[in-house]
């Protein structure tokens, strides 16, 4: 299966919010398919790998903000599920069988967020499989069993190739700027609340993102 990140099939679930969507919402499946999907989400295997905490041991600061975030827009619109109820990630992606990415940024996830990256198969690491941060120079041996975390939104990455008799599979948790934007500007889109916003309000958020730099720096603090 080709898509933009690669040539393997991908399945994503959650809640996301852009690519033309009026409002947050969660990924639809084939009516035959959600069954099956809705159980393989809920399986023991499944669950234990949705890193709850994980990213509050390096990113406190974000992992409230995305937590704080998710739990708001929940709460405003019962329509939305929740993967798993303490990950704080909104959204995932399963990846089968050969899933090797190549080079590309997660242009809609928040751009001084993190994205976790679970990878799993069987392949020699050693020789193949790696994590390419491009912007960084970076090439990293990626076992299968570890989990990465990547400002996939801001730094360009892929894998290197396995061998065409190996498997590799691998899990995303990431959650769109969108749902950010939508929570900020009191459950509306960017052009609803321009739109309709007091000249004071819109300066007030052209400055708030004037200064998202520094906000995200602060965020990826761990004080």
């Given at each position: ?21 009026q ?40 992992h409230?903000l995305?937590?704080n ?32 990415t ?18 799993g ?7 193949g ?28 990455h ?19 700027s969108?749902?950010f ?12 609340f ?30």
């Amino acid at each position: 299966m080709q898509h933009r990140r690669g040539c393997y099939p991908t399945k994503l679930f959650g809640i996301s919010f852009g690519g033309g969507q009026q409002q947050p919402g969660n990924f639809n499946h084939p009516n035959a398919e959600e069954m099956i999907w809705e159980k393989v989400r809920n399986s023991a295997e499944i669950q234990a790998l949705a890193p709850p905490d994980l990213l509050a041991c390096y990113f406190p600061k974000l992992h409230s903000l995305y937590s704080n975030v998710l739990s708001d827009l929940c709460l405003s619109n019962p329509h939305l599920r929740r993967n798993w109820p303490d990950c704080c990630f909104a959204a995932s992606s399963l990846n089968f069988e050969h899933a090797v990415t190549t080079r590309h940024r997660d242009f809609r996830n928040l751009l001084f967020g993190e994205c976790a990256v679970w990878n799993g198969g069987l392949f020699d690491y050693k020789k193949g499989g790696h994590l390419i941060v491009w912007d960084l120079k970076l090439v990293v041996e990626f076992p299968p069993g570890c989990t990465a975390f990547l400002p996939s939104a801001m730094f360009a990455h892929s894998n290197t190739s396995i061998s065409t008799n190996e498997k590799r599979h691998s899990m995303t948790f990431f959650s769109a700027s969108g749902l950010f934007r939508w929570r900020h500007n009191n459950y509306m889109s960017d052009k609803d609340f321009m739109a309709g916003a007091p000249r004071a309000e819109r300066l007030s958020w052209e400055g708030h993102r004037d200064a998202l730099w520094s906000t995200g720096l602060d965020l990826l603090s761990d004080m």
